[in-house]
């Protein structure tokens, strides 16, 4: 079973516009980390936001910020006033386990966004 | 935080060659790990490399076509042997640090 799920395989949304990039998750584990990741078409993967499983407020970052919904498991990425540069891949991804050792890193299949002048 | 050194940055080789990708972090971490991204997928996790020991492969991957060396604390290699088409992809080198993964700037492979 998908383990992160990211149902968009492409979006697009208008310079300056906000955009929503869906995440749902899948874990038995209590403890976990949530990831968002930026992949521009050079092929880095660039870290964007993180959410802890007992995190009781929603993590933000600059323009970024994550709508997580731990009863629902999702850990959608808001983008605010988009900008041409914002057009990369996005990966979500999820760590499990807090104390384990090793990266149990497992990452969604990802969504292109793409901003339109 | 951790800075990731990986190159070659791209390659063009010629199938049934090898290529090397080297991974030099600028501190020491206990396991470093090499991931493959096929056009237009996710990443898949190739191998955990660790410091003293031989790699760990995922499923799907054996050490006669990725084996991995890890000499020391800060450094990795990756080498695709025997390459074909289908091994074209961007494979990227991570490390872990305070829970977040840290990924090298990847290596674009197009083998013809």
């Known amino acids: 079973a998908q383990k992160i799920t990211q149902t968009q395989p492409g979006m697009f949304v208008q310079e300056k516009e906000a955009v929503t990039l869906d995440c749902t998750y899948d874990t038995s584990d209590p403890s976990y980390g949530l990831f968002w990741y930026k992949q521009p078409s050079s092929g880095e993967m660039i870290f964007l936001i993180y959410q802890g499983s007992y995190d009781q407020q929603n993590a933000t970052e600059g323009r970024y910020s994550l709508n997580f919904q731990k009863a629902r498991k999702s850990a959608n990425l808001v983008i605010s006033a988009s900008q041409l540069g914002d057009s990369a891949m996005y990966f979500c991804?999820?760590?499990?386990?807090?104390?384990?050792?090793?990266?149990?890193?497992?990452f969604g299949p990802g969504t292109r966004l793409s901003v339109l002048p | 935080s951790a800075v990731i050194s990986q190159k070659p940055s791209r390659d063009i080789c010629q199938r049934g060659t090898s290529l090397t990708i080297q991974c030099q972090v600028d501190s020491q971490v206990t396991m470093m790990f090499w991931y493959r991204q096929q056009p237009g997928q996710s990443l898949t996790l190739i191998a955990t490399a660790n410091q003293g020991s031989e790699a760990t492969y995922e499923s799907g991957f054996v050490i006669d076509k990725f084996p991995i060396s890890r000499p020391n604390l800060t450094f990795s290699t990756l080498t695709v042997s025997n390459m074909s088409p289908e091994d074209s992809s961007i494979y990227l080198c991570?490390?872990?640090?305070?829970?977040?993964?840290?990924f090298g700037q990847g290596t674009r492979l197009t083998v013809v």
């Open positions: 991570s490390v872990e640090k305070a829970w977040e993964a840290f």
């Open positions: 991804a999820m760590r499990e386990g807090k104390d384990n050792y090793g990266q149990n890193f497992v």
